[in-house]
């Protein structure tokens, strides 16, 4: 199924047959859902956006409305199972569909893209050409509706004009003449347009007319505004007027086969490394070229600065790339080890925090913990000393991943986050108030504070439509799965098959972030949550990627098998979990299955390590997934044990 909203609303099937969606207020429901992006939209927010004055019955007219266009969108689905595309979310619904089966998210993705590399023209030119005519065109009189029309349509003008720009950068664009002319006419404000038609006409051999052009826009701008024109319009026509070799087409810098010095490699690498997906991971593979290219240099400083620039804000506490993190931190000791104890502060500093980021504790031996913890500690001593904020933040970020030494450590975290958050927001390092703000998310999440978890992840979404940070809905996606399962358990909460399918649909969205350490074994961890708040054995489905929980998954899956003897030789070689975001969670998968088992040694072990984690949420400390409440856990452990 695809839905469109760019122009009329409607909705297609894969063959390009429209679903029938009912009438004008069925399809207004459908648009205000796909308008939210994914996030649920309370009961009372849709009574009030569909009537101006809601009549008596509104709530049960619109539950009518949904009825019908979940049997439009989900014909298929068998009686009495839950939905899996329009669905019941808390007080009110929510429309889980992929972002690439909607017209209005394929052009935000494609406009984002756009921005951030010349490769992505192609992508945006096919999103512009599905502009059917004014967003959500059929949904009059809505304030809402009207709202989104005004903020779509200045994306399309930005869109059109990006396009000219990405055009003309890359050597053609003459033929944009007529059309930027045309632009221009209908939105004469906008001084960026009479900069693309200057270009495009100079491109086009015509001189004189783009002069003309550029002192047609400032005539206007003096004589109805009494504004002079902007630095860029004033460079332009400078540039004509010399013929200045800017005015040739730029070079790409991020295509395969360019030749790049390693500075100015890891400086692309690092702007692109936010945008998530198939950027990320390129980024992540050409700072690590940066960085061998800067060595064969031999130059010292330069090696250090190269590698210290890729200050990235880092999350996961498991990496993508374990080899390339190795690989990176290899680098930064070597190079650490050249500049010795009296080199530059700042460089050493940066050197040292890279050594702690790069250092994910899932992957660490013993030695290298030990070794990452120090180099966050003297991280932080030097970025304190310099009075440098960019720099402490980033030391403060491996002083973060370096904070999973034992379970029960949310507050620790949290305070670390609020140090990051500060910093970042007096001193405008918006990436790092990103990351503050979800490492705040996952502390609230672990100590059960899902409302104040809710406003961080609110915060975190406002600072990345800004910021340009696409990941962050992937987790704030998954925060909000996470709530719904915890809220299964209450008596008025959704159903669990609800909460499966909101985690299933934000598994199908991380897909493509780029994450694979996060993403690998979530989903079915988050299930395995579930059926435990719920009182259920483990999921069976061999289909389900454990990914690294296995070790700590596999016993529980053999007992709901009825597979006894297997189970638990499974539960007593596994290891203990690693010194993650996990931790917790896995502990008290380890607690459960012992005293199913009455494996009392394992118990005690068990109970020993959540002692500390007694009030915190098995799991919430990734803030994507819930176990339920430790002390449950904890409980169980320690009768088996014999502690109580």
């Known amino acids: 199924m695809h839905i469109d909203v760019l122009g009329a609303v409607r909705a297609l099937h894969d063959d390009g047959t429209p679903l029938d969606l009912g009438g004008p207020r069925h399809r207004e429901v459908l648009a205000r859902l796909v308008a939210a992006g994914g996030r649920m939209v309370p009961t009372d927010t849709l009574v009030d956006d569909l009537w101006a004055e809601p009549p008596a019955r509104a709530v049960g007219a619109l539950r009518t409305f949904v009825a019908a266009l979940r049997r439009a969108v989900e014909p298929d689905r068998p009686p009495r199972t839950p939905p899996r595309v329009l669905v019941t979310e808390g007080p009110g619904y929510a429309l889980r569909v992929p972002r690439d089966t909607v017209d209005v998210h394929r052009f935000e993705d494609a406009l984002a893209r756009a921005r951030r590399t010349p490769d992505a023209l192609a992508g945006l030119v096919a999103a512009l050409a599905a502009w059917r005519g004014p967003a959500y065109a059929d949904v009059t009189g809505s304030t809402w509706a009207q709202r989104e029309r005004i903020r779509l349509e200045e994306l399309r003008l930005e869109g059109v004009e990006l396009r000219a720009r990405l055009l003309l950068d890359s050597g053609s664009g003459a033929e944009l003449v007529a059309e930027l002319g045309a632009h221009v006419t209908e939105h004469p404000w906008r001084e960026p347009a009479w900069g693309l038609l200057a270009r495009a006409l100079h491109r086009a051999g015509r001189q004189a007319d783009a002069l003309a052009t550029l002192r047609r826009a400032r005539t206007m701008l003096a004589d109805q505004l009494g504004l002079d024109p902007g630095a860029d319009l004033r460079r332009l026509e400078t540039d004509i007027l010399r013929g200045a070799a800017t005015l040739q087409p ?29 950027a ?27 590698i210290g620039a890729y200050d990235v804000p880092a999350l996961w506490s498991r990496a993508d790339d374990p080899e390339q993190s190795r690989a ?9 080890t050249a500049l010795g104890t009296e080199g530059p502060a700042e460089l050493r500093a940066r050197l040292l925090a890279t050594v702690a980021v790069e250092s994910r504790s899932a992957d660490l031996s013993e030695s290298e913990r030990r070794r990452a913890g120090q180099a966050a500690r003297e991280a932080e001593a030097l970025a304190r000393e310099s009075g440098d904020p960019a720099l402490l933040v980033f030391a403060l970020n491996g002083v973060f991943l370096q904070c999973f030494t034992r379970p029960g450590l949310a507050a620790a975290r949290d305070t670390i986050g609020a140090e990051i958050l500060g910093l970042a927001a007096r001193h405008e390092l918006p990436a790092f108030a990103v990351l503050g703000r979800l490492i705040r998310l996952q ?17 975190a979404e406002q600072l990345a439509v800004s910021t340009e940070a696409p990941l962050v809905p992937v987790l704030t996606g998954w925060f909000r799965a996470r709530v719904t399962a915890a809220r299964s358990t209450e008596p008025d909460g959704p159903a669990a098959a609800t909460a499966a399918a909101h985690y299933r649909a934000e598994h199908a969205l991380a897909g493509t972030a780029g994450m694979p350490g996060l993403h690998r074994g979530l989903f079915a961890l988050a299930l395995l949550g579930l059926r435990l708040l719920h009182g259920r054995p483990a999921p069976t489905d061999p289909a389900l990627d454990w990914g690294p929980y296995h070790p700590w998954t596999h016993p529980l899956v053999l007992l ?67 176990l339920g409440p430790v002390a449950r856990y904890l409980a169980e452990a320690e009768e088996c044990a014999g502690k109580r």
Do not use: F, K
Request: with cysteine.
């Open 280 to 306: 990320l991971v390129h980024s992540r593979r050409d700072r690590l070229a940066a960085v061998h290219a800067a060595e064969r240099t031999g130059d010292i400083t330069l090696t250090a600065r190269v």
């Open 443 to 459: 502390s609230a999440s672990a100590l059960g504070d899902l409302d104040a978890a809710a406003a961080h992840a609110e915060a």
């Open 250 to 278: 730029a070079r790409a810098v991020w295509t395969a086969g360019v030749r790049l010095g390693p500075r100015t490699t890891v400086e692309l690498a690092r702007t692109l490394a936010l945008a998530g997906g198939d």
């Open 560 to 626: 709901a098998r009825n597979r006894i003897e297997e189970a638990r030789t499974a539960l007593v070689r596994a290891p203990e979990p690693p010194l993650d975001h996990m931790q917790e969670a896995l502990w008290c998968l380890t607690a459960h299955t012992a005293a199913r088992l009455g494996e009392r040694p394992v118990a005690a072990r068990a109970a020993t390590a959540l002692s500390a984690a007694r009030t915190e949420h098995a799991g919430g400390a990734s803030g994507l997934l819930t």
């Open 328 to 336: 990176v931190v290899a680098a930064a000791e070597r190079t650490l």
